[in-house]
């Protein structure tokens, strides 16, 4: 008996000691947000994401304070599955499921708790390059002439965002360099969350162009005036 009353004894003293240590550890507990990006995977290649509701979300956590000091940010991911998505817009409830936390600390709330994604199916288009002049030249002068290689580019990406497009420009060109004749290299621009080159084609063009000096009135006149004679 008195064995079976020390068991006890020591049980009890156990069960009480760890109890108080749950109540202190609890008592310690805090709340902590953290902006988390949210990555979108597992998206059919016949697809282009064309707009989303969010790109990041906020998730509110708990746990003791040395735990949440202790995070990295890339212990934290937010994952939304894109595999069953159709054409057109989709809603998406973030779940527990979709969040990876390190050990010992608890999702209390997520927020936005709903991302929409709007998907579109990809297409592929020829379009025209053109070369896109700023500045000015001097008064005497004028640009006689442009011809790019290649003149025309195979673009990637959403159907509904080829369609609006009819023209694919260069980055900026001064002419405030440029003399005489000759060419240049220059880049596509294209913004490479919308768009992509189709495989052969470079993302870069020559330009090349002519620039001549203006013809004065008294000239123009008189070759008008031969051509009449004529």
Sequence with gaps: NEKIELGLAVFLSAAFTLG?????????????????????????PAQQIVNTSANTVKLQL??????LDAVNPNQLRVRVDLSKAATGSNSYTITGEDITLPPGLILKD??????????????????????????????????AQVR?????VTVIGANGFLDKLSTIYTEKISVANLEGSGAIEVGLAINPAKLKLATGNRDTVTVYYTIQKKRSRKYTRARNSRRLAH
Excluded: H
């Excluded at 108080?20 to 059919?44: K, Q």
């Design 148 to 152: 790019l290689v290649p003149s025309s």
């Design 62 to 67: 708990s746990g003791s304070r040395s735990l």
């Design 110 to 143: 997520v927020q936005p708790p709903l991302v929409d994604v709007d998907l579109d199916l990809t297409a592929q288009r020829e379009l025209p390059v053109q070369a896109d002049f700023v500045g000015k030249l001097p008064e005497d002068r004028i640009l």
């Design 20 to 44: 108080i240590w749950f109540s202190i550890t609890r008592g310690f507990d805090t709340l902590a947000s953290f902006e988390v990006p949210v990555e979108y995977r597992n998206r059919d």
